[in-house]
């Protein structure tokens, strides 16, 4: 069946680092990939998504490339601040008729100050 | 901020207990998803609707828990009696028409944080 992996279950940044966080999807044909964001005490909010081979998804200095061939949909963030500490959800839809989500394990990061 | 809107934010319950969340979807989103979010932070899909209609749900669903979308009434989800492994965050989420591209895309509320004791 259809999965996400994210490899990082903790992270811990200092401000102005780069972050990356590891996604990877096992799916058929082209599902839609996804990044949540979950603060504490909130729901998940959608950071972007990606549809297409190669389509780049961004928000919020946050960015990410579906890649088809790798199976990848990782993220990155060239400077992080201390506002962006929270969880990070990697997630993919399939098209199948009931709109099948499937999420990964979910990132913490922290960034120190 | 989230147009979907979930009440209660707390619900605290003892074993045995009714336990019953609301979620009222974004306007006109059809399709509405229920998950329970572990204090592992991992997902398990509960229930999903379409308008009024079950799409799908998993058996435990059909067991101890009910929801139902009425017409022009919020959502609802229903632990008929409560056990202290149902402690976790109540998700309700919701999705534009379609398939598809943009219409793949879940919309999530701020949850219900139910507690049994």
């Known amino acids: 069946g259809d999965s996400v992996t994210q490899t990082e279950g903790q992270v811990a940044l200092s401000e102005e680092d780069f972050l990356t966080i590891h996604c990877n999807y096992s799916a058929s044909g082209y599902p839609t990939l996804f990044w949540y964001v979950q603060y504490p005490g909130e729901g998940p909010q959608l950071l972007f998504r990606a549809s297409r081979d190669k389509e780049k998804g961004s928000s919020r200095g946050f960015e990410a490339t579906y890649d088809k061939g790798t199976t990848s949909f990782h993220l990155r963030k060239a400077s992080v601040q201390e506002s962006d500490s929270a969880v990070y959800y990697c997630a993919l839809s399939d098209i199948t008729g009931y709109q099948n989500f499937y999420f990964g394990k979910g990132t913490s990061l922290t960034v120190i100050p | 901020n989230s147009k979907v809107i979930q009440t209660p934010r707390y619900l605290v319950k003892g074993q045995g207990q009714k336990a019953k969340m609301r979620c009222i979807p974004e306007?006109?989103?059809?399709?509405v998803f229920w998950y329970q979010q572990n204090k592992n932070n991992e997902f398990k899909f509960l229930i999903n609707?379409?308008?009024?209609?079950?799409?799908?749900q998993i058996d435990m669903t059909e067991k101890r828990f009910s929801a139902e979308c009425p017409s022009n009434s919020p959502c609802s989800l229903e632990i008929q009696s409560s056990e202290a492994g149902d402690s976790a965050l109540y998700l309700c989420?919701?999705?534009?028409?379609?398939?598809?591209?943009?219409?793949?895309?879940?919309?999530f509320g701020a949850g219900t944080r139910l507690s049994v004791l």
């Open positions: 609707f379409q308008n009024q209609e079950v799409l799908q």
């Open positions: 306007k006109g989103h059809p399709v």
């Open positions: 989420a919701s999705s534009p028409p379609g398939l598809g591209g943009s219409q793949n895309t879940l919309y």
